[in-house]
């Protein structure tokens, strides 16, 4: 049987669901002896292709709320360092002033060497 052969109801219920475009399912419908048999057939189709469509975008869900979680340790792991980080600055005099302290040491040693 081809397409063009399908019941007036199936096809006009596969324009609806937007299966109209989708030539294996309109085949399978297609192959059906009588139009019950094809709307049913029509009905079934969108049924798992929604369910697909729903596990698909569940799994994209369950994957982007695991990559928000990575980010958020991500995050977290680098708060720690910038924190640990400043904590050994504070501990540490900064090169400049080492260098003003030397400097005054330096000319206090020249000052009392003349």
């Known amino acids: 049987m081809i397409i063009s052969e399908m019941s007036a109801k199936a096809k006009e219920e596969a324009r609806t ?7 294996a399912a309109l085949l399978e419908v297609a192959r059906l002896s ?34 928000a979680a990575k980010i958020e340790k991500l995050k977290a792991d680098i708060a720690k360092k910038i924190d640990k ?15 003003a302290r030397s400097r005054t040491s330096s000319s206090r040693m020249a000052s009392t060497a003349r």
């Open 17 to 23: 669901l937007e299966l109209d475009d989708n030539q």
């Open 34 to 67: 009588t139009p019950e048999a094809q709307l049913k057939a029509v009905r079934r189709i969108d049924e798992e292709k929604r369910a697909a469509r729903d596990r698909r975008a569940a799994a994209a869900v369950a994957g982007n709320e695991k990559a």
């Open 85 to 99: 980080r400043d904590e050994l600055n504070n501990r540490v005099p900064s090169n400049a002033t080492k260098f």
